[in-house]
């Protein structure tokens, strides 16, 4: 089983941009969908989007859709999230997560709120007006 380290987080201001990386260990990267989760003060953890295993499908939320781009590069062992046009209210601790469910058992786990089974520690991205 993997394990995952996020980095990247921190303070920008509104319609800045912002590339959180997301670096896997011990086990095989490519076996796992990846997905960016977020929690903001006083809120439910929510889906961002995700990818693939192979990095040939993405899904984004419609709140961040055309303002983030999720990436991944296997043999580096990472995914990226990168956050462009960045709003107040995209201000959260940021999660990246793994699974190894097929893609569309990924999203099916995501739709139902079934926890994926590996889980980052968080960076938080703070926007600020």
């Known amino acids: 089983q993997v394990q995952l380290v996020e980095s990247g987080g921190g303070l920008v201001q509104v319609g800045g941009s912002l590339r959180l990386s997301c670096l896997a260990s011990?086990?095989?990267?490519?076996?796992?969908?990846m997905g960016w989760f977020r929690q903001a003060p006083g809120k439910e953890r929510e889906f961002v989007g995700g990818i693939s295993w192979s990095g040939g499908s993405t899904y984004y939320v419609d709140s961040v859709k055309g303002r983030f781009t999720i990436d991944r590069d296997n043999a580096k062992n990472t995914v990226w999230l990168q956050m462009n046009s960045l709003k107040p209210e995209d201000t959260a601790v940021y999660y990246c997560a793994a699974d190894t469910s097929p893609w569309g058992a990924f999203l099916t786990k995501v739709r139902v709120n079934v926890d994926l089974e590996v889980w980052g520690q968080g960076t938080l991205v703070t926007v600020s007006s």
């Open positions: 011990g086990g095989t990267f490519s076996s796992y969908a």
